[in-house]
């Protein structure tokens, strides 16, 4: 293919639209531009009058590239351009365009965005009012690879040039300033619950992960947060919380409505793995929540939650952390054990070996409830159907304040994508004594991946 064949575009045809890209990315400190590798229509695209239906692959140092897409999808045409490799920082993207006038008048503005395979359209820039043309983007994750064109779409005898696509990473940047930490409230409106978000300082409008925090029965979620996660999670990369709040029962207890083990004394009808449900796709949704990175961490009856939490949804969360606590005493009344096919959560599961309230052997917690399994159990469940294939066993002497030592069963090179582990805190009961640091060390010990 000859590069030079650009189409003219006196040559347009009449329902084709065309784009002339030099593909340059630079920094703003090296001069080494930094090469696109391949450029993707959302429908075929034309390249000096040969059409293609794959990627096509280019050198980001040439001087003119021309394409074509068909204006007949109705939705607009998509064009990504792959960065090669992770970019960090601010990008600054600036678009050249050539519109006929009449067409410019009712236009919707093109939409840039920043994204990877997962996530191709997850970070939209932001459009300079003043510079038409321009766009400010703030990259969330290392990971983000691509720069999206989307184009609005266009009637079928009009056509519009872009004439150059640069982009330029700027450490020094107007959006790299830093939004301040704040606390906001989430709605569920349909059950008049709340919970509330801890937002911290981050860069204008940087995707995080988000975690949400479950209180054992009897305790808030403001008061259990407090004593058990606000100093452990200094010590961590910045992430979003959400601290839940269980519903009370008739002695005014705060509990959740989790396994038939524990702790809905009184049958009340509380649907809070919906609760939950909302919380997390709320903050996804308006607060800019890393999809790919939820996690939900939960302690005695927030333990239990846990467990029914990704036995219902087991593909919302990248991550469950059940502090003594159980699952469903019969397998086959967790959901997601049933699944044939599809990723499962990393499962931490602790429980503490001199616990009289939710043993690990497995029990009853209270008369009037059910039964629960042993912790050697849950564990060999997951690991079990998440197909994994290696086995190691360590000892930490740094999980407790105590010193006391926490013996770690870890299953990994799972076929569902993920790891399952089994804690047993020694010389430890229902309220173990973590070190300051606990939380930022399952993590750790879990591979969860750090902004």
């Given at each position: 293919m000859n590069l030079q064949?650009?189409?003219?575009?006196?040559?347009?045809?009449?329902?084709?639209?065309?784009?002339?890209?030099?593909?340059?990315?630079?920094?703003?400190?090296?001069?080494?531009?930094?090469?696109?590798?391949?450029?993707?229509?959302?429908?075929?695209?034309?390249?000096?009058?040969?059409?293609?239906?794959?990627?096509?692959?280019?050198?980001?140092?040439?001087?003119?590239?021309?394409?074509?897409?068909?204006?007949?999808?109705t939705n607009g045409q998509t064009l990504s351009l792959n960065m090669g490799s992770p970019i960090d920082g601010p990008v600054s993207v600036r678009i050249r365009v050539n519109i006929p006038g009449v067409i410019r008048q009712w236009m919707a503005p093109l939409q840039v965005y920043l994204g990877n395979s997962a996530h191709e359209r997850a970070f939209e820039c932001e459009r300079d009012v003043v510079a038409e043309w321009s766009y400010q983007c703030l990259h969330p994750l290392a990971a983000h690879t691509f720069i999206t064109v989307y184009l609005p779409s266009t009637s079928s005898n009009?056509?519009?040039?872009?004439?150059?696509v640069e982009a330029v990473r700027n450490v020094n940047s107007i959006i790299a300033t830093t939004e301040p930490a704040r606390?906001?409230?989430?709605?569920?409106?349909?059950?008049?619950?709340?919970?509330?978000?801890?937002?911290?300082?981050?860069?204008?409008?940087?995707?995080?992960?988000?975690?949400?925090?479950?209180?054992?029965?009897?305790?808030?979620?403001?008061?259990?947060?407090?004593?058990?996660?606000?100093?452990?999670?200094?010590?961590?990369?910045?992430?979003?919380?959400?601290?839940?709040?269980?519903?009370?029962?008739?002695?005014?207890?705060?509990f959740w409505n989790a396994t038939d083990a524990c702790c809905n004394l009184d049958n009340a009808v509380v649907d809070d793995v919906a609760y939950v449900e909302s919380l997390v796709r709320q903050a996804i949704r308006y607060h800019n929540a890393d999809p790919d990175n939820v996690m939900i961490v939960g302690m005695s009856n927030g333990g239990f939650m846990v467990h029914r939490l990704i036995c219902e949804l087991p593909t919302l969360f990248s991550l469950a952390i059940s502090i003594n606590g159980a699952s469903w005493q019969h397998r086959d009344d967790c959901p997601a054990l049933r699944r044939r096919v599809g990723v499962f959560p990393t499962l931490v599961h602790v429980n503490s070996n001199a616990d009289n309230v939710v043993p690990a052997v497995g029990g009853r917690v209270l008369p009037a409830l059910r039964d629960y399994?042993?912790?050697?159990?849950?564990?060999?469940?997951?690991?079990?159907?998440?197909?994994?294939?290696?086995y190691r066993q360590t000892t930490s002497h740094s999980l407790l304040h105590t010193g006391d030592a926490a013996s770690v069963d870890e299953n990994f090179n799972c076929t569902r994508s993920n790891k399952v582990i089994g804690i047993t805190l020694l010389n430890q009961n229902h309220a173990p004594s973590f070190a300051s640091d606990w939380f930022s060390q399952l993590l750790t010990l879990a591979n969860v991946q750090r902004n």
């Open positions: 064949d650009s189409v003219c575009v006196n040559e347009l045809h009449t329902n084709m639209l065309a784009f002339y890209v030099p593909l340059v990315l630079t920094t703003t400190t090296v001069a080494e531009p930094i090469h696109f590798t391949s450029a993707q229509f959302s429908t075929v695209y034309e390249y000096s009058r040969e059409l293609y239906q794959a990627p096509l692959a280019i050198d980001g140092l040439i001087d003119s590239f021309a394409i074509s897409g068909s204006t007949a999808n009009t056509w519009m040039v872009i004439n150059e606390d906001t409230t989430l709605d569920v409106i349909s059950t008049n619950r709340s919970a509330v978000l801890h937002i911290p300082e981050r860069r204008r409008n940087q995707m995080l992960p988000l975690v949400v925090f479950l209180h054992p029965y009897t305790y808030t979620g403001t008061y259990w947060y407090d004593l058990y996660i606000g100093s452990s999670s200094q010590q961590e990369s910045p992430k979003m919380h959400i601290v839940a709040e269980g519903t009370r029962d008739r002695n005014n207890y705060p399994p042993s912790a050697i159990e849950v564990v060999h469940r997951w690991k079990t159907a998440s197909g994994c294939r290696a």
